[in-house]
């Protein structure tokens, strides 16, 4: 029948693949100390859109309650969960979970996400655990060489504040920085600030690359204080990325943010071959201000579908073929246990001879049983 344009049915290697995903991620997180926690899928829309937050309701999947109210599907876990946490006590938590997301704005509408979220940790050791974590994770899936990118929303909105910007304008500006369009941003910024902002902005466009790119905007931005202690953080970030044996890592400084409510580090993976972004986060101590709570707060969430797309599952099991009938149901069942650690597949009859290892029929006569391997 048919399904509303974005939804889809899926089938075999696509389902279990993102289960493999699933059950890697949550091994890596009970084994580091992470508690689970799991958020309703049907929110109210002022979650989600309140000015702490400031996500935007027509990206939402929402329809009115009886009482006038908008309800949505969960577009966003870490504020889904920010809510949920925001009457925890003041000591260090990791929670994880694993779920949809549903954007209107996104071709595939579902969108299936595994994520971390830590909170009251200091700043440096939340941020490695959750790009350590990753690490693992990509490790336990057999996935190397992947890339990790680090970014600030602090450097960007230093130089955007120097200017006198209308909301129209701060928001091109933001698109031509996301953009890399490194004319547009000098003119916008030129026309609402002085020459020397534009000229800073339009070189925050090329601020990225490998590590060497720190060194070279500290002395460029010596005089900077506030820009300098946020690249002495991201150096001392990547440090400890890199003594833990991490991948590569990237510096893109003129990063702007991808969701309203970071404020601090944002950081994503990279996968080495496809280049696709296998997971995203970042700092939120913001979101928690809604609460009048003044934390910290980190997170990121893999995209599973990334991932799963990358990985190559290989199942080493031997795979068993035993054909049945009615009346020899239950010796199957038994001839199964003696096969311990095998994918054992009872049939009615002989199926495709490639899929299995051993194919064993069981014959009947006079109520006795027979093996026979074919
Ligand atoms: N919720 C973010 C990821 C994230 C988790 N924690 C912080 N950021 C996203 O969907 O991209």
Redesign the pocket.
């Known amino acids: 029948m048919f399904l509303p344009a974005g939804s889809r049915d899926e089938k075999g290697m696509a389902v279990s693949s993102r289960s493999h995903v699933m059950e890697e991620f949550r091994k890596v997180a009970t084994l580091r100390g992470y508690k689970e926690i799991s958020t309703p899928v049907v929110e109210y829309a002022t979650t989600f859109t309140n000015k702490h937050v400031g996500m935007k309701l027509q990206e939402m999947m929402k329809w009115f309650n009886a009482e006038g109210e908008i309800e949505v599907l969960r577009p ?3 504020t889904a969960i920010a809510r949920a946490l925001s009457t925890e006590e003041k000591r260090p938590q990791k929670w994880v979970y694993q779920g949809s ?1 549903f954007k209107r704005n996104m071709p595939g509408v579902e969108y299936h ?1 595994a ?1 971390v ?1 830590i909170i009251h940790l200091p700043e440096l050791m939340g941020e490695s655990e959750s790009l350590l974590m990753a690490q693992s994770v990509l490790k336990e899936l057999g996935v190397n060489n992947s890339l990790i990118e680090l970014g600030h929303t602090g450097i960007y909105e230093s130089l955007a504040n120097e200017l006198q910007l209308t909301c129209t304008d701060a928001e091109r500006l933001r698109h031509a920085m996301h953009d890399k369009k490194k004319d547009e941003v000098y003119q916008i910024a030129k026309d609402n600030g002085s020459k020397e902002t534009a000229s800073e902005m339009a070189a925050l466009v090329d601020a990225f690359g490998t590590m060497d790119i720190i060194t070279e905007y500290e002395e460029r931005w010596k005089d900077r204080d506030s820009i300098l202690s946020i690249l002495q953080h991201i150096k001392k970030l990547a440090q400890i990325l890199q003594q833990s044996g991490s991948g590569e890592i990237l510096i893109d400084l003129g990063r702007v943010k ?2 309203p409510y970071y404020s601090g580090i944002m950081f994503r993976g990279f996968l080495p071959e496809s280049g696709g972004v296998c997971f ?3 700092r ?1 101590d913001r979101l928690y201000e809604q609460f009048g709570k003044s934390i910290s707060a ?4 893999f995209d599973i579908e990334v991932l799963a797309n990358q990985i190559k599952e290989s199942d080493e099991r031997q795979r068993i073929c035993i054909i049945a009938g009615e009346e020899s149901l239950a010796y199957a069942e038994q001839l199964r246990a003696s096969f311990e650690n095998c994918i054992v597949d009872v049939q009615p009859e002989q199926m495709d001879k490639g899929n299995y290892t051993k194919i064993l029929e069981i014959k009947t006569s006079n109520g006795e049983f027979e093996v026979i391997e074919k």
Not at 298 to 301: E, H, I, K, N, W
């Open positions: 966003d876990w870490t997301v996400q994520g979220e991808n969701l995203s986060g970042g939120y980190v997170g990121l969430a």
